[in-house]
């Protein structure tokens, strides 16, 4: 059972516009919530996080919007930038301090900017 | 360096064959992470250990995956007899003392197992 979700495989956006990256998720017990990048042959990097007790975050040209009662959260990029086409996880955790099982994590979303 | 080192960064092997994959966490990280992203999905968790504590080992898919971390730094993977189904990115990620949740992963080894 897969408790984190990002049902659109690959999502093609055209440069300058906005992309929208989905995720969902079952357990309500995550509190924490992260994006992750990751380029073909490099590990996953840290792109933006949310707690539990805010609904949305904002850094430079992403911003993380979360809404609890329907257990979802989008990622926002705008505007969209060729170096922005990469491999983005969404990822979920019950953070107290340090959990034994560390993120959940979703199965990906093939971001493609266009030119 | 600074960051999480994995090494081999590639590794082909034939079915039945053991396997190592080795990480040296950052400096001072207390949490080591295994994963593993085969084709087509998502990072799926094996191992997790924190300090000298007893390790998680929840994820592991099978007896014949083993890790150990040694002086609460490296960390070395073991796969014995290795199955086609074994093939993936292996990722192992760390995380300091008191952090946000945040993990900071390294460049993976893909395994083939021919």
């Known amino acids: 059972d897969q408790q984190v979700k990002q049902n659109s495989p690959s999502l093609s956006v055209q440069e300058g516009r906005i992309s929208i990256l989905n995720c969902d998720y079952t357990?309500?017990?995550?509190?924490?919530f992260l994006w992750y990048k990751k380029y073909p042959a490099e590990g996953p990097t840290f792109l933006i996080s949310?707690?539990?007790?805010?609904d949305k975050n904002e850094d430079g040209r992403f911003t993380v919007f979360l809404n609890k009662s329907a257990k979802h959260l989008s990622l926002h990029i705008v505007p969209s930038q060729p170096g922005d086409s990469a491999v983005y996880f969404c990822?979920?955790?019950?953070?107290?301090?340090?959990?034994?099982?560390?993120?959940?994590f979703g199965k990906g979303t093939h971001l493609i900017i266009q030119p | 360096g600074a960051g999480v080192s994995q090494s081999p960064s590639n590794k082909v092997t034939e079915k039945g064959k053991d396997v190592e994959l080795r990480c040296d966490p950052i400096?001072?990280?207390?949490?080591l992470y295994w994963y593993r992203q085969s084709l087509g999905q998502g990072l799926e968790f094996l191992i997790y250990?924190?300090?000298?504590?007893?390790?998680?080992k929840s994820g592991l898919p099978s007896d014949r995956f083993s890790a150990e971390r040694t002086g609460g730094s490296v960390s070395t993977l073991t796969i014995q007899r290795t199955q086609q189904e074994d093939s993936a990115v292996y990722l192992c990620?760390?995380?300091?003392?008191?952090?946000?949740?945040?993990?900071?992963f390294g460049e993976g080894s893909r395994l083939t197992v021919l």
């Open positions: 400096s001072g990280h207390t949490a």
């Open positions: 250990f924190q300090g000298n504590s007893a390790p998680d």
């Open positions: 990620a760390s995380r300091g003392q008191g952090g946000t949740g945040e993990l900071f």
């Open positions: 949310i707690s539990s007790i805010k």
């Open positions: 357990n309500s017990m995550f509190d924490y």
């Open positions: 990822a979920a955790s019950e953070y107290s301090g340090g959990g034994a099982d560390g993120l959940t």
